[in-house]
């Protein structure tokens, strides 16, 4: 119940609706949207360009192109249980979405847009590729010296999660406030 007229209706203080929390929103699902609309065109490109275990050096040897179809998650771990990563792929993009509605930092709208592109980057690739929906085998094709072979997406996540170390380390909070500082 309203008690003072120009008061908020519910005592709901979580969601930024200012100009400034907008663009927040806006940045993270921008972010997002780049991060998977490049990683599913770089996938497409190497279905097309390379054949499977076919191995293309760049740089001097420092960067490889190597196509791989990998149903396990990071480096390969995990191969029977596609499933059960795409239900997890699930829940972490149904994490992003429901953080955003708190975001108030640019930097944490940038990490968790890196980490939703990517997630939806490898989930279109588990719903939609062979060899059956929700089993799909991701498209990789990176690989560094001493590395195993990976793709866009998983380069998005890996920055998210060095993005979310850097943040929580200087103080800052996904509403944009820091630790310490009033």
């Known amino acids: ?53 076919q191995v293309v050096q760049l740089l001097g040897g420092w960067l490889r192109l190597r196509l791989v179809h990998n149903p396990g998650a990071a480096f390969s771990l995990g191969t029977g249980y596609t499933l059960v990563l795409t239900m997890v792929a699930l829940v972490v993009i149904a994490v992003c979405i429901k953080m955003a509605r708190r975001l108030g930092s640019r930097g944490w709208a940038v990490a968790l847009g890196l980490l939703l592109g990517g997630a939806l980057g490898n989930m279109t690739d588990r719903i939609f590729r062979n060899p059956s929906p929700f089993r799909g085998h991701v498209v990789d094709f990176l690989e560094l010296p001493n590395w195993p072979v990976f793709n866009l997406a998983d380069t998005a996540i890996c920055t998210a999660a060095a993005l979310f170390v850097v943040l929580s380390l200087r103080g800052v909070r996904l509403d944009g406030t820091i630790v310490g500082k009033p």
Request: proline share 6%.
């Open 1 to 53: 119940m309203q008690t003072t007229p120009g008061t908020p209706l519910s005592d709901d203080t979580t969601a930024d609706s200012s100009p400034a929390g907008s663009r927040k929103t806006t940045l993270w699902a921008a972010v997002a949207a780049v991060v998977c609309l490049v990683d599913q065109a770089t996938k497409w490109w190497a279905e097309r360009a390379l054949d499977d275990g």
